[in-house]
């Protein structure tokens, strides 16, 4: 995507983050074309803060359809929240007559080349009928809303200057930035399930009281409108990792209390290994046999004509860009 078209989704080139000092793509600018944290409203020169007794929270640069939205959410009103995740290293494969031909295992997963390479995320849902009320960037959030939408997506993904996608080397290196992303769960399955093709699979709703569901919410919000666009991406260290997985069980492990054993477990996060493991050991899976396939549950949407025409047209987009 070009500089000119990333300026138009984000609003101008004064929002376009820039490379910090530390990376070795120092300087350049970020591609926020559709991935980059929130920014809670009012902006705040110190560290922001939601207050206790706050039924909302305005914050600037939710995603949904392919756009960048301000979103109103309504602090009291999660429902469930889900532990997503997938695996995004190569499928398994076997000779077949046709030519190389899937491994899938029993739950109708293709089996991957590197079982440790997942990406984990939260997903929340609200009570009805409250839903989080979408508006362009910029307008006041007095007028009718644009969307109302009731499910949607806490995700940290490594991004870079453009052209620059993830890969072991800057990951492991810190010379990436992570970017907390917010953005609704129909538009993370046209990302990863319609676009590339990942097999996204869910945990039961973890077994969270409604003050710790709003606190898992808050500081889901929080940690993204602090991080910005100037948090390194560290795939790996023994102390200051900061991935994919590190960084929603350290909001778990920061709101809820354990017994001895799962405050032990607890210390369990830091690689991409074992997701439902890490949700065990602290008493969050409720049933691990349990794995819901995101494309079965949102196969209507997959599969419906408006859904591939925006495919198609990213595609062509995509391939008129390199």
Not at 176 to 181: C, D, Q, V
Not at 288 to 313: C, G, M
């Amino acid at each position: 995507m070009s500089k000119e078209q990333i300026e138009s989704n984000i609003g101008s080139s004064e929002s376009m983050p820039t490379m910090p000092k530390k990376s070795r793509y120092s300087g350049q600018l970020i591609d926020v074309s559709s991935r980059r944290s929130i920014e809670i409203i009012p902006r705040m020169e110190t560290d922001a803060t939601i207050d206790p007794i706050a039924t909302h929270v305005e914050v600037d640069y939710f995603y949904h359809q392919g756009q960048f939205w301000r979103a109103v959410f309504p602090l009291d009103e999660v429902d469930q929240v889900y532990g997503q995740v997938f695996n995004f290293s190569k499928a398994k494969t076997k000779p077949s007559p046709q030519g190389p031909e899937i491994v899938f295992d029993k739950q109708g997963v293709p089996k991957r080349t590197i079982p440790i390479l997942n990406h984990i995320q939260s997903r929340f849902t609200l009570k009805s009928p409250h839903t989080i009320d979408l508006y362009p960037m910029g307008i006041e959030s007095t007028e009718e809303p644009v969307f109302r939408l009731n499910d949607f997506v806490y995700t940290a993904e490594a991004v870079g200057p453009l052209g620059v996608r993830f890969n072991l080397r800057d990951a492991l290196a810190g010379h990436l930035i992570s970017a907390h992303r917010f953005l609704s769960t129909q538009e993370m399955v046209f990302e990863r399930i319609v676009s590339d093709n990942d097999y996204v699979t869910e945990s039961p709703a973890l077994p969270l009281n409604d003050f710790q569901k709003r606190a898992v919410l808050t500081e889901s919000i929080l940690r993204s409108h602090r991080a910005g666009m100037a948090e390194q991406y560290i795939l790996f260290r023994v102390f200051g990792t900061n991935n994919c997985t590190s960084i929603p069980f350290e909001i778990l492990d920061r709101v809820l209390d354990y017994t001895f054993l799962q405050r032990l477990g607890s210390k369990l996060y830091r690689l991409p290994l074992s997701p439902r493991f890490y949700l065990k050991v602290r008493g969050l899976d409720q049933d691990s046999s349990v794995r819901k396939l995101l494309r079965h549950e949102f196969a209507d949407f997959i599969q419906h004509p408006k859904t591939q025409q925006r495919k198609w047209e990213r595609e062509a987009g995509v391939s008129q860009n390199k």
